[in-house]
């Protein structure tokens, strides 16, 4: 399953990437802004995006807008990874199919409950 990672942090792109990788069944490719994040999302077909709320440029949320806007990934669950927590969750994330808003710094282990979950709960 392709996950696309969006995070402008190196360091916080590795850690999800080993973290995900190693349980087996994920594949994750990384983009460090929006746009970056577009140009994947064109030409792969990630079945879950993770994305920093923070980041250059384009912040998430109008980077969510963007991949929204592609062909096949209006319905692809997404999660946030941010500072400002789950208390950042409101009705415009809910509205662009935001399934979960987990607080940084997070431990591995709540990163791939949280993404078995929200996979586990997607429509089919």
């Not at 970056?36 to 792969?44: E, G, V």
């Not at 077909?45 to 384009?58: F, R, Y």
């Not at 999660?79 to 994330?93: H, I, N, Q, S």
């Amino acid at each position: 399953m392709l996950i696309l990672h969006v995070e402008d942090d190196v360091s916080q792109q590795s850690l999800v990437r080993i973290t995900l990788e190693r349980a087996g069944v994920y594949q994750v490719c990384s983009a460090g802004n929006g746009d970056q994040a577009l140009d994947l999302a064109r030409a792969q077909s990630p079945q879950l995006l993770l994305l920093d709320l923070d980041l250059p440029g384009m912040d998430g949320v109008a980077a969510l807008r963007g991949l929204r806007g592609l062909e096949g990934l209006h319905d692809v669950p997404a999660v946030f990874l941010t500072a400002a927590g789950p208390e950042r969750m409101d009705e415009e994330l809910r509205a662009l199919g935001v399934r979960e808003v987990l607080g940084k710094p997070f431990s591995p282990r709540v990163l791939l409950q949280t993404i078995e979950r929200v996979l586990a709960d997607r429509p089919r």
